[in-house]
């Protein structure tokens, strides 16, 4: 069994700059402290497939506000940034385009592994959307892109937003458990409207009509501190949360 974990990190909603896990990183490294497991992080940025889009239409949209509302301006440019990677996710070239730029980072990170390396996935926000429907379409044979489902030991998800883009779909299926040792963790806060509870939500488990996933548990936290464990805010204050770290610590 090799000694090597992956760490596979997708960031969520909104823009995005290069090293924007560390805080993670270092948490986790923190957590394991000594250990004869080599950890390998890896951090995929896809941010820029949609930012493109966003500032091109951006300065439009907000001047359906006056110059002088500030807080209207504000609201909108984080709706624009916020909700249009999600937006243009969903429509096929985007879906397309993100899943083939996952492909290619998920083959620079496989090299630094060994062929039985597990791997371990956090992700926030709309990541785990990206990640899942990613697993979701490997396992249905759809995509014969760089594979992963062999070697995945978990799935930690904070702020997942799966439920609130999936809304209108009439059914809703979860990937099929990938390996015998794999779980789902899910973090979400209570005050984070842009973050929701997983477990319950999937009607079943792909491959298993009828049969809801049993591999899914949430973890109510609350990230922020006092000044922004309360609202909205808290949505961008998970990677610094010490219990997702450890989570992921006790399954290295």
């Given amino acids: 069994m090799s000694n090597k974990v992956g760490i596979l990190i997708l960031h969520g909603i909104g823009k995005q700059k290069t090293n924007y896990s560390s805080d993670l990183q270092k948490g986790i490294l923190k957590s394991i402290g000594n250990t004869d497991k080599q950890v390998i992080f ?30 209207e301006r504000f609201i909108r440019y984080m709706l624009i940034y916020f909700f ?15 899943h083939e730029y996952l492909s290619s980072e998920l083959a620079v990170f496989k090299q630094k592994l060994d062929a039985d390396s597990p791997i371990i996935v956090a992700t926030h926000s709309m990541g785990a959307m990206v990640i899942s429907d990613y697993v979701y379409d490997e396992q249905k044979g759809m995509t014969g892109k760089t594979a992963i489902a062999k070697n995945l030991r978990a799935f ?15 059914k809703t299926v979860s990937i099929e458990k ?10 979400f806060s209570p005050f984070d409207v842009l ?12 491959n298993h009509a009828g049969n809801r996933p049993q591999f899914i548990k949430d973890f ?33």
């Fill in 156 to 170: 930690i998800t904070f702020a997942c937003n799966i439920p609130l883009f999936e809304m209108g779909h009439n």
């Fill in 220 to 252: 109510k936290i609350f990230p922020g501190g006092l000044l922004k464990s309360w609202n909205v805010l808290s949505h961008t204050c998970y990677w610094e949360y010490k219990d997702i770290h450890d989570a992921i610590g006790r399954i290295i």
């Fill in 42 to 71: 890896h951090e995929v940025l896809y941010s820029q497939l949609f930012d493109d889009y966003a500032r091109k239409r951006s300065q439009y949209l907000m001047d359906s506000s006056h110059p002088l509302q500030l807080v």
């Fill in 195 to 206: 973050g929701y509870k997983v477990d319950g939500y999937y009607d079943e488990e792909y």
């Fill in 178 to 187: 990938p390996t015998d040792e794999f779980i789902w963790q899910n973090f």
């Fill in 84 to 98: 249009s990677d999600a937006t243009s996710y969903k429509d096929k070239n985007g879906y397309n385009a993100t």
